[in-house]
């Protein structure tokens, strides 16, 4: 729930959302919801009033989840090269959200229930299971699947064990959903279903990715593209997919570099903010960690003191708590089920310190926060003090300046990227600190204590050439004040 603020970059897995793991059939990575996905109906997400109506096997939920708490440049989609794929399917719509339930599980698996995945000449890539034998996924290349679209069986079957003279039971019919952006093989006669990628619809995650300034693209594997090799007649490896997403993003404005959508003060307080004591196990319904604030300034923060905060669109607006600080949204970027994207990428948090509690220098107080799907760490926060709003140094604003509430001057531990380093203070970190100065060259064990620009700071872990003041709230450096 928290990792992001380690992480450079992420790399989502946004495929393998449906397979032959369960009975139901659907794509192997859909780039939106359209309502109707049968998994998330049987589990009562579309009825449900606290999950919103909100689909989240999909690749757009799956960016939104991360979008709350990262900028869009930071984060890559997953596109698979190849298909999932389920075989004696009932009901659906040419196969898409039927059923397609295995009167026996791979041995191995640990699974007591699960799907008729697809075999032979569909499951070209299969895995073994632990006895041995093939394990039904319906797993293949895609230019393996363009043959079978085509009708053709290649050469390269006999590599797989099958004979040369191998004959295609039934059409592969290629069908497309415009609201997923999924497309699929339709075996009528074998009721086999093979979720698949191709021009269509990679086109339309990359121009996706371009529209909403995200990083680009992470693929699962690159051996699975396709190209024609008009010689033999066949889809062979290739790089027709790659190559068309490098064509659109070659040309695309640069990535989105900021994290909040709306500008946030440039100064901060040192008011830290972190969540905690997640429930764990299958009791963790709805989802009510902690939300722990601690006031590291020298002023108290009165009673009725505000603070905002978003998170993402990929859970509903209705987050709340049990403590009585009155959380509430207050503005949202969508709302309702999430049928073809969800539109905006926060939900704005307004809570309030109760009336008749103020927050002293060093107190902390705990509130039960509350939610219903899960999110990424809530960010871009503001505190209001003396009617002024701030925001928080451990949200690592980019260009933000940490000032002491209530004036204007800068206090020596900046945050966030692109802040600049304050001015030595009169002491340079020497004279009137007990502790010896810093030294860049000299490596320093965990719990060493250092002075470096009037202040006195204490590392948390092993650490050289880290500069005391740079490191921010969630670095080596833990501030112990001036001296």
Same mark, same amino acid.
């Given at each position: 729930?928290?990792?992001? @603020?380690?992480?450079?970059?992420?790399?989502?897995?946004?495929y393998d959302l449906h397979g032959a793991w369960n009975e139901y059939v659907g794509p192997n990575a859909s780039l939106f919801d359209d309502g109707k996905d049968a998994e998330l109906a049987a589990a009562g997400v579309y009825g449900s009033a606290q999950y919103g109506g909100v689909g989240y096997l999909n690749t757009d939920w799956a960016y939104h989840y991360f979008r709350g708490s990262m900028p869009a440049g930071r984060i890559n989609i997953g596109l698979?090269?190849?298909?999932?794929?389920?075989?004696?399917?009932?009901?659906?719509?040419?196969?898409l959200w039927g059923k397609a339930s295995a009167s026996s599980c791979p041995a191995g698996s640990g699974l007591a229930k699960c799907g008729d995945g697809a075999v032979g000449i569909d499951n070209l890539w299969h895995d073994l299971d632990t006895g041995g034998k093939e394990s039904p996924a319906g797993s293949n290349p895609m230019w393996h699947a363009k043959n079978l679209e085509k009708g053709i069986v290649g050469d390269y079957v006999t590599d797989y064990?099958?004979?040369?003279?191998?004959?295609?039971?039934?059409?592969? /019919?290629?069908?497309? %959903?415009?609201?997923?952006?999924?497309?699929?093989?339709?075996?009528? =006669?074998?009721?086999?279903?093979?979720?698949?990628? %191709? =021009?269509?619809?990679?086109?339309?995650? /990359?121009?996706?990715?371009?529209?909403?300034?995200?990083?680009?693209?992470?693929?699962?594997?690159?051996?699975?593209?396709?190209?024609?090799?008009?010689? @033999?007649? $066949?889809?062979?490896?290739?790089?027709?997919?790659?190559?068309?997403?490098?064509?659109?993003?070659?040309?695309?404005?640069?990535?989105?570099?900021?994290?909040?959508?709306?500008?946030?003060?440039?100064?901060?307080?040192?008011?830290?903010?972190?969540?905690?004591?997640?429930?764990?196990?299958?009791?963790?319904?709805?989802?009510?960690?902690?939300?722990?604030?601690?006031?590291?300034?020298?002023?108290?923060?009165?009673?009725?003191? =505000?603070? $905002?905060?978003?998170?993402?669109?990929?859970?509903?607006?209705?987050?709340?708590?049990?403590?009585?600080?009155?959380?509430?949204?207050?503005?949202?970027?969508?709302?309702?089920?999430?049928?073809?994207?969800?539109?905006?990428?926060?939900?704005?948090? &307004?809570?309030?310190?109760?009336? #008749?509690?103020?927050?002293?220098?060093?107190?902390?107080?705990?509130?039960?926060?509350?939610?219903?799907?899960?999110?990424?760490?809530?960010?871009? !926060?503001?505190?209001?003090?003396?009617?002024?709003?701030?925001?928080?140094?451990?949200?690592?604003?980019?260009?933000?300046?940490?000032?002491?509430?209530?004036? +204007?001057?800068?206090?020596?531990?900046?945050?966030?990227?692109? &802040?600049?380093?304050? &001015?030595?203070?009169?002491?340079?970190?020497?004279?009137?600190?007990?502790?010896?100065? !810093?030294?860049?060259?000299?490596?320093?064990?965990?719990? &060493?204590?250092?002075?470096? $620009?009037?202040?006195?700071? @204490?590392?948390? #872990?092993?650490? +050289?050439? =880290?500069?005391?003041?740079?490191?921010?709230?969630?670095?080596?450096?833990?501030?112990?004040?001036?001296?």
């Open positions: 729930f928290q990792v992001q @603020k380690y992480l450079d970059y992420v790399n989502i897995m946004s698979p090269y190849y298909t999932r794929g389920h075989k004696n399917v009932q009901g659906g719509t040419d196969g064990g099958f004979p040369a003279d191998t004959k295609l039971t039934g059409t592969y /019919a290629r069908k497309y %959903d415009a609201t997923l952006v999924a497309p699929w093989l339709w075996n009528a =006669e074998k009721k086999v279903f093979l979720s698949t990628e %191709d =021009e269509q619809s990679v086109g339309a995650k /990359a121009d996706y990715v371009v529209d909403r300034g995200i990083g680009g693209a992470m693929i699962w594997e690159l051996a699975g593209d396709y190209g024609w090799n008009a010689a @033999k007649g $066949q889809y062979e490896a290739g790089d027709t997919l790659t190559s068309l997403m490098y064509d659109t993003f070659r040309s695309a404005a640069p990535y989105g570099a900021r994290k909040s959508g709306a500008d946030l003060p440039a100064e901060a307080v040192d008011v830290g903010v972190e969540f905690t004591d997640f429930k764990l196990g299958d009791s963790n319904y709805p989802i009510t960690p902690k939300l722990r604030i601690t006031n590291n300034t020298g002023t108290a923060l009165p009673g009725g003191t =505000e603070f $905002q905060f978003d998170y993402g669109t990929s859970a509903p607006g209705n987050a709340s708590d049990q403590s009585g600080f009155g959380t509430k949204v207050i503005s949202s970027g969508h709302t309702g089920g999430n049928v073809g994207g969800l539109k905006g990428d926060f939900h704005r948090v &307004s809570l309030k310190l109760p009336a #008749w509690q103020s927050l002293a220098p060093g107190a902390t107080v705990d509130l039960a926060f509350n939610y219903y799907l899960p999110v990424s760490t809530p960010s871009n !926060w503001t505190v209001t003090i003396g009617g002024k709003p701030y925001a928080l140094a451990g949200d690592l604003a980019r260009g933000t300046t940490v000032v002491t509430p209530g004036t +204007q001057t800068p206090t020596p531990t900046p945050t966030g990227t692109g &802040s600049p380093e304050p &001015s030595p203070s009169p002491t340079g970190g020497t004279g009137q600190c007990a502790a010896p100065a !810093w030294d860049a060259a000299a490596s320093y064990g965990g719990g &060493s204590t250092v002075s470096h $620009q009037g202040h006195t700071w @204490k590392s948390k #872990w092993w650490t +050289q050439g =880290e500069k005391p003041g740079t490191t921010g709230e969630w670095g080596v450096w833990q501030d112990l004040g001036a001296c």
